[in-house]
């Protein structure tokens, strides 16, 4: 019989200071700002708009938040050990959130990703260490994924399952638990609606989750591009149902993902992908800097909220996030001959965004 000591057994030292490194990596990051915008026609009618910054993490997006959890999730069950290789299907932003922890844990990263991944992407995960394996459709990622991980014994990450459940959805100052600690010393400190788009379904499921249990009256609005399965789903129920797939890179998906879950949401808005790409525009003028496009739907969401409420009199504060920075996107949606080739012309979308945002009640 062995006697009981309190140095832990060589296994579980691995396992510690891996842990002990991401909780080190928490300890040294500052949370993200809480950006009002300026927007004094609706201001005027007692409605504020808000984004949180999520394109400050030291990863450039929100997913920096779900690659952590998804380590000390993966960690902690004992799915991931000294060398083993983490494998993960992504339309990229969360490939590189987990290169860099990955990197952080000296372990081997594999993204495996559609081949229309952006180029800056691909050199992101590159840049942090990890391999990218292109597969020829979003549809496909998922089955190379778990392939890569058998043949190299090691850990298929897969966030499209395990978002919803790696995040501590009651606190642990999770983006929800963040966004209303922020909001204490505004006008209006608890938001009427939080407006999301959904990849994962990851940060709807926190959020939703998190304004339940705190039994707040705030709504929760996920803006769903076109060629996303969500919406459909949202409507039936049916899990079955797929989609062709959204152009709108981080958000909607071609299949209903396990980690979306329906039954937190409380409305569901469709945006044509041209008003993403005017809103994206608009926005970053407003903000006198670059946003990605998935920042650009939530943004019509949060219009179309905004307008509804100015309608009925209501009084009260929206928040969103700014997901990640236009610059990744610099050869893509902020290159007008790329929208147009792939979206058409954006004229009347543009007049929409910007009436909404100048002319409301005047
Ligand atoms: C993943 C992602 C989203 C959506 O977040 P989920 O939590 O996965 O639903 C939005 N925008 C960008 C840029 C993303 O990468």
Redesign the pocket.
């Known amino acids: 019989m062995s006697t009981p000591t309190h140095a832990p057994a060589p296994a579980d030292r691995w396992l510690h200071g891996a842990i002990a490194r991401i909780e080190a990596d928490y300890q040294r990051s500052a949370d993200t700002h809480l950006i009002p915008l300026r927007l004094p026609a609706f201001a005027a009618q007692g409605i504020d708009l808000y984004l949180k910054d ?1 394109s400050t993490h030291p990863t450039g ?3 920096h938040r ?1 690659a952590r959890s998804l380590f000390l999730y993966a960690l902690c069950n004992g799915w991931i050990g000294a060398g083993s290789t983490v494998v993960e299907s992504s ?4 490939a590189v959130s987990e290169a860099y922890f990955a990197r952080l844990l000296e372990l081997p990263f594999v993204a495996v990703m559609p081949r229309s991944t952006s180029p800056e992407k691909i050199a992101q995960i590159e840049f942090h260490g990890g391999r990218c394996h292109l597969v020829d459709s979003a549809g496909l990622v998922y089955e190379q994924a778990r392939a890569i991980a058998a043949q190299t014994g090691g850990h298929y990450m897969d ?2 399952t395990y ?1 919803e459940r790696a995040t501590d959805w009651r606190g642990n100052n999770n983006i929800a638990e963040s966004m209303f600690t922020q909001m204490a010393r505004e006008r209006h400190p608890v938001p009427r609606w939080i407006v ?11 959020i939703g989750r998190y304004m339940r249990y705190q039994r707040h009256a705030s709504r929760l609005c996920v803006a769903d591009p076109a060629g996303s399965v969500f919406s459909a789903h949202y409507r039936t129920g049916d899990t079955t149902l797929t989609a062709p797939g959204s152009r ?4 909607g998906r071609p299949r209903v ?1 396990p ?2 879950i329906r039954t937190l949401v409380d409305r569901m808005i469709e945006v044509p992908d041209v008003e993403s790409v005017a809103a994206m525009r608009a926005l970053s003028r407003l903000l006198g800097r670059r946003v ?4 650009g ?2 943004f019509v969401a949060m219009l179309t909220l905004a307008a509804e409420m100015r309608e009925r009199g209501e009084r009260g504060s929206i928040l969103s ?1 700014l ?2 920075a236009g610059e ?1 996107y610099l050869p893509t949606y902020f290159d007008p001959a790329w929208v147009a080739q792939c979206f058409g012309d954006c004229t009347l979308a543009q007049h929409k965004i910007d009436a909404q945002i100048g002319a409301c009640g005047n």
């Open positions: 999520e997006s929100l997913k779900l339309s990229g932003s969360t966030q499209f978002a999301v788009g959904a990849g994962t379904g990851g940060t709807s499921a926190t709108i890179e981080g958000i993902e980690s979306f990605g496009p998935s920042t739907t939530n996030l997901c990640d990744r």
